[in-house]
């Protein structure tokens, strides 16, 4: 058994739930609901440049996350990327916010939100909402692709289901030890037992098929998928963003299973402003315990990675 296994199981969080925070408050209803959808963003002398601007900076200012992921956050704080991207988003939401400018106090900052990110791994079904910053309601997730190596195109999907918590990975059967610096992780009952989720599809003949899973997902079990249903899958398209409401479900299909080796893109969460919103502000009750489980421990360039 590995320290790490030891050290989940002490925490009482091997295989079960990780709720960072049991008295969060639901963000449902503060902004009107939209479809997904996917929209020309970048075009192509700005993907080059964006692509590039990643592979110089990664080494000197990226972290990683575990030995499959590599992130380099804020990319909004670079003048050369704020001045292609921020007039693009102005255009389509308005006036909006990211977390790096509404973020509080050194814990706040510890979580990442807004990052160009490198990976070759796949993550579970999730949401990416930052719930406990009052007067912030999230908005929109704003995915940007800007390259697949290895084959032509692995979609990202949308399901019809929507979670009104905080971020959240959806494990459910699937026993892990991994403990997340922020979001939730549900693992031990299904979904529609959790007040957050909505929409719980109970059709076997509308639930995600065990043909899809085969297909584009093959990782964890299938059990994991139970309760969701597909609302879209659209491509990875290089310079075309892909937008979706904070509170959808959604994910990466695997495209290591169709020869893909990485992928690169940056992605943001955007906030607005309802003065009215008053969540529950905690963190996480975990605060201490979280300095040896939290995901993004090293910069690329030491050894000492997660």
């Known amino acids: 058994m590995s320290d790490r296994t030891e050290e989940a199981k002490q925490l009482g969080i091997y295989g079960k739930d990780l709720i960072h925070n049991p008295q969060d408050k639901s963000f449902e209803g503060y902004i009107k609901e939209e479809n997904a959808y996917q929209i020309d963003f970048l075009d192509n002398t700005e993907i080059e440049f964006c692509k590039k601007f990643y592979y110089d900076k990664a080494t000197k200012n990226g972290l990683q996350l575990h030995k499959s992921h590599f992130f380099l956050k804020y990319p909004l704080a670079f003048p050369e990327l704020k001045e292609i991207i921020v007039p693009k988003l102005n255009k389509l939401f308005g006036e909006w916010f990211t977390y790096n400018s509404i973020a509080k106090n050194e814990q706040d900052l510890q979580q990442t939100a807004d990052f160009y990110f490198w990976q070759s791994g796949i993550f579970a079904p999730h949401t990416d909402a930052i719930i406990h910053i009052p007067g912030f309601v999230p908005f929109k997730d704003v995915l940007i692709p800007l390259e697949l190596e290895g084959c032509d195109n692995a ?152």
């Open 155 to 306: 979609p990202y999907y949308t399901f019809n289901q929507r979670w009104y918590g905080r971020g959240a990975r959806f494990k459910y059967s699937h026993v892990d030890e991994v403990f997340t610096l922020y979001s939730d992780v549900i693992r031990e009952k299904t979904y529609d037992q959790y007040s957050f989720f909505k929409n719980y599809e109970s059709d076997p003949n509308k639930m995600v098929s065990k043909d899809w899973y085969d297909e584009y997902f093959g990782i964890y079990n299938y059990e994991v998928l139970k309760g969701f249903s597909i609302d879209k899958m659209l491509p990875w398209m290089p310079g075309s963003a892909i937008v979706t409401d904070s509170s959808v479900i959604h994910g990466a299909t695997n495209y290591k299973l169709k020869g893909g080796k990485y992928k690169l893109g940056i992605t943001l969460r955007l906030f607005k402003n309802i003065p009215e919103y008053n969540p529950s502000t905690v963190f996480s009750r975990y605060s201490q315990e979280l300095q040896k489980f939290k995901e993004f421990n090293a910069d690329p360039r030491s050894t000492n990675y997660a």
